[in-house]
């Protein structure tokens, strides 16, 4: 049997749930996850992603549900999505995505009080049936340097629907 180490995934295990909302924290003070904040949608990285470039797409308002955003909000929301999966596509030049939302505690939803999409981009030959056969993940860089790599093309997006 080959081991595999995840020490990352440590930190997750033995955390206390927050109980602030981590996009509406995201969004109060300057952090290292978030990597855009528009006038009605946010990118952030996921803090325990699922592998590198596990990007985070939510409204600025803290809702729960789709019927309860604007048609503007909407709008913005699918277009700061896309707008996310064309940056990885050119920074980490991945082979498709998966991208989706998890709407309630039954669905997965992590964080089922503030809508968002995760965006997670995949590779021919990438690990991600790990997690479902050893509950574990492989993450080949370190979440900072995907930061870094990514940071400066969402600085050059301007988060507002051009009509």
Request: proline share 4%; hydrophobic share 40%.
């Amino acid at each position: 049997m080959k081991t595999m180490w995840a020490p990352w995934r440590m930190e997750y295990i033995l955390s206390e749930q927050e109980d602030e909302c981590i996009f509406c924290s995201g969004l109060s003070k300057d952090n290292d996850l978030t990597l855009i904040k528009g006038a009605d949608t946010m990118v952030m990285m996921n803090k325990f992603p699922y592998i590198n470039g596990h990007l985070l797409v939510a409204p600025v308002r803290h809702i729960s549900g789709l019927d309860q955003l604007s048609k503007s909000e909407m709008g913005e929301l699918l277009a700061s999505v896309d707008r996310s999966v064309q940056i990885l596509k050119q920074v980490m030049k991945p082979d498709g995505f998966n991208v989706g939302l998890n709407l309630g505690k039954v669905a997965g939803a992590g964080v089922e009080e503030h809508l968002h999409f995760h965006i997670v981009p995949r590779w021919f030959g990438d690990t991600n049936a790990l997690t479902v056969f050893a509950d574990v993940r492989v993450i080949p860089e370190h979440i900072k340097a995907t930061y870094d790599n990514l940071k400066p093309y969402f600085n050059k997006l301007d988060l507002t629907i051009k009509n």
